[in-house]
C-alpha cells in the first residue's frame, strides 16, 4: 500500500522536476506535490555558457533562479572596472535575493550552467505561505553568510597554502559533502574557476596559485589529473592545511 502511494505520488511530480537536484536538496524540496506543480507552470529552464553573465548588478530583480547544473561566480564591480569575486554558488543554491529590488551583485556562469527560473511575485508570494520554504531559504542565507565570515578570515589572516586549500575544501564540500564530513575516501572535482579567477578571488598572483598547487601534488594531497580535473586524495590532511 506504502508502496502504491510513494508511485502514485512520484507520477503526480512534473516531469521536469523527476531528476532536479532542487527536488531533493534545494528549495523544491519544502514544497509539496501540489504546490511543486503550480510553480512549475511558471518557471523555465535556461542554458548559458561558462562566461555568460546570468545577473547585472544594479538590475532590476524580476525573477530568481535555482541552480540544476554546474557552478556560478558572484563578483561585485568598482566604479573603475575593476572586479572582486566574492562567493560561489552551486546547484542546488537559490540564485537572487529575496524581497530585493535590485540586484547588488553580478552572477556569471563559472562553468557551464542550468538554471530553473522562477517570477519574483510567484516565488515570494509561496515563501509566504510556507513555513517549511522560509526556513530551507533561511538556512541557505545563514550558511552564506557564515561563508562570507570564513572567507574574511581566509583573506585577512591565512598564507597563501591555507587560501588555496581553503578553497579546495570549499568546492570539495559542495562536490561530495558525505566524504567531507566522514573525511574518508576521495573525492573528484572540477575546478569551476581558471587560474587566474582563483588568484582574484584568493588575493594572490597566478604564479603563487600555480606554485600552491604543486605543492599540495607534490604531499600527496590532491593528484592533478588535467587544467581543471582534480582529486583530493587526502582530506583529512588537506583540513589540516587549510590552517
Not at 66 to 82: A, C, E, I, T
Not at 86 to 104: C, I, K, S, W
Not at 140 to 166: C, I, Y
Amino acid at each position: 500500500m506504502d508502496h502504491s502511494i510513494s508511485q502514485i505520488r512520484f507520477l503526480d511530480v512534473p516531469v521536469q522536476c523527476r531528476n532536479c537536484q532542487s527536488r531533493r536538496n534545494g528549495m523544491c524540496s519544502a514544497l509539496d506535490v501540489t504546490q511543486l506543480a503550480d510553480l512549475s507552470k511558471q518557471t523555465r529552464k535556461s542554458r548559458h555558457h561558462s562566461g555568460d553573465e546570468l545577473v547585472g548588478e544594479s538590475t532590476e530583480v524580476v525573477g530568481y533562479a535555482n541552480v540544476v547544473r554546474g557552478v556560478v561566480k558572484l563578483s561585485k564591480v568598482l566604479d573603475d572596472g575593476r572586479q572582486q569575486l566574492v562567493g560561489l554558488q552551486f546547484a542546488p543554491d537559490m540564485l537572487g535575493r529575496l524581497y530585493g529590488t535590485e540586484h547588488l551583485i553580478t552572477a556569471e556562469a563559472a562553468s557551464d550552467v542550468e538554471l530553473c527560473r522562477v517570477p519574483k511575485s510567484s516565488l515570494e508570494g509561496l515563501v509566504a505561505g510556507n513555513p517549511a520554504l522560509q526556513q530551507h531559504v533561511l538556512r541557505q542565507t545563514l550558511r552564506e553568510l557564515d561563508e562570507a565570515r570564513e572567507w574574511m578570515v581566509t583573506l585577512g589572516r591565512k598564507s597563501a597554502a591555507e587560501r588555496v586549500s581553503s578553497l579546495l575544501c570549499l568546492i570539495a564540500s559542495r562536490a561530495d559533502p558525505a566524504r567531507m564530513r566522514n573525511q574518508a575516501g576521495a573525492v573528484s572535482l572540477d575546478l569551476p574557476l581558471s587560474r587566474a579567477d582563483i588568484a582574484d578571488f584568493l588575493g594572490l598572483t597566478i604564479e603563487t596559485v600555480s606554485r600552491q598547487m604543486t605543492k599540495l601534488r607534490r604531499d600527496g594531497m590532491i593528484r592533478i589529473v588535467n587544467h581543471r580535473r582534480i582529486e583530493v586524495t587526502d582530506l583529512k590532511q588537506l583540513r589540516c592545511r587549510c590552517g
